[in-house]
């Protein structure tokens, strides 16, 4: 847990049965990443074999090299994607039987095109209620209260980067790298802006051990999300860090100016409607 937990659910080695808790927990977005890297350490071995949960039920190595790209970050397509890899992987890594666990994404302020009246909410679920696994692209209030991974976070803040494939040292990687971004943005507008963030983050270690099978060797639910993944034409010409992240520190005004609208946040308020 990064920092003072508290009395936050972070037994790695238990799980949530039903009924449901009401208990949520806000987390600013740019520790987000380095959570979960944390998370991640505490509960996959080192020695830990590829294919097998750290309980040792079996679970399924995904090859990504059998994935193309199905839509842009943050589309209905691409979302759909996710949310069925999401659900298979929790389906074949054995979830215990209780268990009550859930996973959402929102991404805040997208672009136009990726929306539509009969979809205005970029984002995607899935989850997993004594037993009944089931995902999609439309998030139920059911998941949003079901203890788990809960989080809103501002599209472009994320875009970019989420195409990246990485391990564990990645991971910490794009934790440092966007902590810098929310601090030169913060710096050149004023004021830290409010991307986003955690409002919850359970990982019992079942879960853990399913989603990040093979991440290692280019698996795991990020990477697979990754490789799902197409290009958004906003950062075809905005300078990156290797792993994708907008380098603030390496853009012109002009292209600040552009990354914060993009952001929807601007130097006279804390934030912007979308």
């Not at 839509?71 to 069925?84: D, K, N």
């Not at 976070?153 to 994320?158: K, S």
Request: proline share 7%.
């Amino acid at each position: 847990m990064y920092g003072d937990g508290g009395d936050l659910r972070h037994d790695m080695g238990g799980v949530s049965k039903c009924p449901k808790t009401d208990a949520r927990y806000d987390f600013p977005i740019k520790i987000w990443v380095k959570y979960l890297s944390r998370v991640f350490e505490k509960v996959l071995s080192p020695n830990q074999d590829d294919g097998q949960s750290k309980e040792g039920n079996a679970v399924s190595f995904i090859d990504v090299r059998g994935l193309k790209p199905v839509g842009e970050f943050g589309s209905r397509e691409w979302c759909e994607a996710c949310a069925s890899f999401g659900a298979k992987i929790l389906e074949i890594g054995d979830m215990p039987a209780d268990l009550c666990w859930g996973f959402s994404e929102v991404y805040t302020c997208p672009p136009e095109r990726l929306i539509s009246p009969e979809w205005p909410q970029s984002g995607y679920y899935f989850m997993v209620e004594n037993g009944v696994v089931s995902g999609g692209a439309e998030i139920p209030e059911v998941c949003l209260a079901t203890p788990g991974f809960h989080v809103s976070i501002r599209w472009a803040f994320v875009c970019n980067q989420s195409r990246s494939l990485y391990g564990m040292a990645g991971q910490k990687q794009r934790g440092i790298e966007e902590a810098q971004l929310t601090r030169q943005m913060s710096e050149y507008i004023g004021y830290e802006p409010d991307l986003g963030g955690i409002s919850e983050a359970f990982w019992p270690a079942p879960v853990v051990s399913a989603l990040t099978v093979g991440v290692e060797e280019g698996s795991g639910l990020h990477n697979i999300a990754a490789t799902l993944q197409s290009p958004s034409p906003e950062f075809a010409e905005l300078p990156t860090t290797e792993l994708g992240v907008p380098d603030f520190s390496k853009m012109s005004t002009e292209q600040k100016d552009s990354f914060i609208d993009l952001c929807r946040i601007d130097r006279k308020a804390l934030s912007v409607p979308c």
